[in-house]
């Protein structure tokens, strides 16, 4: 692989992901694993049992003090006050005009917020949410400190219940509780982006190799399968989960990418909070949809056009072959008046018009993900 | 990653073997490695003509698709059908079972144009 002049940050397991042979690319300024054995194998390992990942690269703020909850309220859609400690929230955080500057998690913590942002935006984010917090909120970004690793698939459960004292049987979807895996003292979260049951367990760096390789030794009996960026793709396109920079961007609003669920106008002032209001109220102009193409071997990519049936132009923003469904899928944006699951679009592949229908999401409904409680 | 000294190379990471009159091509093991895993190969039915450095077909992988052209002109005599049901060879044997075309070469002149084995290796590691 070229080399790209050794300016990428490496996480704390990069010598692991080196030592198993991991094809490493740069991706948000660090050096990640692709894929380890094959993206697909990888995929369907994550299906059928258990792929842990990785996933240090993200960016964790650590906000305290009063009114940490309120503020971040101010700041996301979503609603975080109200919540009991232990729980996490997904949501996007809008520019005024009710574009997208990120999507996030927040963790209500018993004495803390945390946010969970996209590596690829940290810098960006970082600027944003010191920008508007209130002077009695503290702003510490723990990205360098803290390791990620995931472990996802339906046996997750049942694997990481002996190496925890952690009730895990008792966590609903989208909550966390302090606590050791392995003797590592970690944030488990019940969260992850490839629609199977899963933790993300959040550690700090000094611990993560420790963690990463009673995590393989003990995954042994059970088959666990290191995990790349390639197969976290395909698993979350699959459920239709946005990948920010490909579905949403500071172009689109959570109302046109299907993310209205998360969007609470019941809550006081927020950032973006009358510009989607008012998008509502005159009509949200395109949506994001999936799509499949008539024929099983076309593969709609990023960037492709997508001319609806009354002639309005879209754009494929995610396009793969999906291995859970042996076909070319995609997700785009296509006119609202022809938004409908069946519409049939014509989708411009390299040059060639390929018939494809419009198709509710999720692409893949046999995930092992518990569906978390719904929030006010 | 692999580069056997019996072939010759093009720029666009496709190997050739010329037997005889006939010429057998595939991509290199360097290609198969930079697309992934492959699922799909479109590639042209028996008596097409190709033109070297033209466009003969295309590649799909699961993250992205690539054009395949051709190191020689000449006609396809051959194609390799078992690439329709496992493109994995493509991925597993670049240069045994994954080759993909047979073709009765107009020129061999044409495969001097080529790089040899030393000159690929040089040509893959300035990152092209």
């Keep these: 692989m070229a080399s790209t002049g050794g300016k990428e940050k490496e996480t704390a397991l990069y010598a692991r992901h080196r030592k198993l042979g991991a094809r490493m690319v740069p991706f948000a300024g660090y050096l990640m694993p692709l894929q380890y054995s094959g993206q697909i194998a990888e995929h369907e390992a994550v299906r059928a049992g258990l792929g842990i990942f990785d996933l240090s690269h993200m960016g964790e703020f650590r906000l305290t003090g009063a009114g940490a909850l309120a503020a971040v309220d101010r700041l996301v ?10 729980q996490a929230v997904y949501s996007p955080m809008c520019l005024e005009s009710g574009g997208i500057v990120d999507d996030l998690i927040v963790y209500h913590l018993p004495d803390s917020v945390l946010l969970v ?48 004292t952690a009730d ?95 969007v609470k106008t019941a809550k006081d002032a927020f950032i ?23 024929g099983e071997r076309v593969i709609p990519r990023k960037g492709y056009a997508i001319r609806s049936g ?31 699951a069946g519409a049939g679009v014509t989708i411009d592949v390299r040059g060639r018009p390929e018939a494809a229908a419009v198709t509710r999401l999720p692409f893949y409904t046999r995930g092992s993900r518990k569906a978390p409680r719904k929030t006010a | 990653m692999e580069t056997p000294k019996d072939l010759k190379y093009t720029e666009d ?18 290609a198969q490695g930079e697309l992934g895993d492959i699922v799909f190969v479109e590639l042209p039915g028996t008596g097409t003509e190709v033109e070297q450095g033209g466009v003969f077909g295309t590649i799909e992988a699961v993250k992205t698709v690539s054009d395949l052209m051709s ?58």
């Design chain 1, 168 to 262: 895990l049987a008792a966590m609903e979807t989208y909550t966390a509780r302090g606590g050791t895996v392995a003797g590592v003292e970690a944030l488990i979260s019940r969260t992850g982006y490839t629609g199977e049951d899963g933790f993300e367990l959040y550690v700090r760096n000094d611990r993560a190799p420790e963690l990463w390789d009673r995590l393989l030794d003990e995954g042994r009996t059970p088959g666990i399968t290191p995990v790349g960026l390639a197969a976290r793709d395909t698993l979350r396109f699959e459920m239709g989960y946005c990948l920010y920079g490909n579905d949403i961007d500071e172009t689109t609003t959570p109302l046109e990418a299907g993310l209205g669920w998360t």
């Design chain 2, 71 to 128: 190191p020689v002109s000449g006609k396809v005599v051959e194609v390799n059908g078992s690439l329709n049901d496992s493109p994995e060879h493509i991925n597993k044997s670049p240069y045994g079972d994954g080759w993909m075309l047979k073709i009765e070469v107009t020129d061999p002149g044409e495969l001097d144009k080529l790089m040899d084995a030393d000159a690929y290796t040089a040509h893959v590691g300035e990152g092209h």
């Design chain 1, 272 to 294: 973006g909070k009358d510009a989607l209001v008012a998008q509502k109220a005159s009509g949200i102009p395109r949506r994001l949809v999936g799509l499949t193409p008539a």
């Design chain 1, 310 to 340: 009354n002639g309005a132009a879209g754009s494929v923003t995610s396009g793969t072959f999906a291995p859970s469904l042996s076909r070319g899928l995609a997700m785009g944006y296509v006119d609202a008046a022809h938004a409908a």
């Design chain 1, 117 to 164: 942002v996209n590596a690829a935006n940290l810098d960006k984010d970082e600027a944003w949410v010191r920008e508007h917090l209130p002077e009695p909120v503290a702003f510490r970004n723990e990205s360098d400190e803290t390791s990620l690793i995931a472990v996802q698939g339906p046996g997750t459960e049942r694997f990481l219940a002996g190496l925890t």
């Design chain 2, 13 to 30: 990471h496709e190997w050739v073997r010329l037997d005889g009159k006939t010429a057998v091509v595939g991509i290199t093991d360097y």
């Design chain 1, 77 to 86: 859609t979503n609603r975080v006050t109200g919540t009991e400690p232990g």
